[in-house]
């Protein structure tokens, strides 16, 4: 240590100079590379993590309130099934082709020609009420039209 302080001590007061400037410049280097970047990037991996975990929190809790509805047994319409389906469609705006009952609690159904947007918006409303979609077709007809066939069931108790 004696060596480097009689050294420096056997420079100029510029070369001095120069020599802290230069110092300071290279802890101040050092520091940003060896402290400040690493803190500031692992904070930054954190953050993502952590919105990444609240993000995957926030859908099992979503899922748990989705299966809790879905424990909930959901009483169909009681009576005719096809009746009540027709009467569905033409709520939704659709018009059923057929709805030939399949037994007590099996309709199938056809939809010749309607938006595919409003098919789909009636099946989920049957499937609210309980019904079971147990075979489903759908094919385009024309630009932004499709046709349906499907077999809908009252769940088995």
Do not use: C
Not at 46 to 63: G, I, P
Not at 94 to 99: D, E, F, H, P
């Amino acid at each position: 240590m004696s060596q480097i302080l009689s050294w420096y001590q056997g420079r100029s007061s510029r070369e001095q100079r120069l020599i802290l400037a230069m110092l300071a410049i290279a802890l101040s280097i050092f520091l940003w590379l060896a402290i400040w970047r690493p803190v500031s990037s692992a904070l930054d991996d954190a953050r993502e993590r952590h919105e990444a975990a609240v993000e995957r929190h926030a859908r099992a809790l979503a899922a748990v309130e989705g299966l809790k509805g879905a424990a909930r047994p959901v009483a169909t319409p009681a009576g005719d099934m096809s009746a009540y389906v027709g009467e569905a469609a033409a709520n939704a705006g659709l018009t059923l082709g057929s709805a030939t009952p399949q037994g007590r609690d099996r309709v199938a159904v056809t939809i010749p020609n309607g938006d595919p947007r409003v098919i789909i918006g009636w099946l989920r409303v049957l499937e609210q009420q309980g019904f079971v979609v147990q075979d489903l077709r759908m094919t385009p007809v024309a630009q932004g039209t499709a046709s349906l066939s499907a077999v809908l069931a009252r769940p088995r108790r």
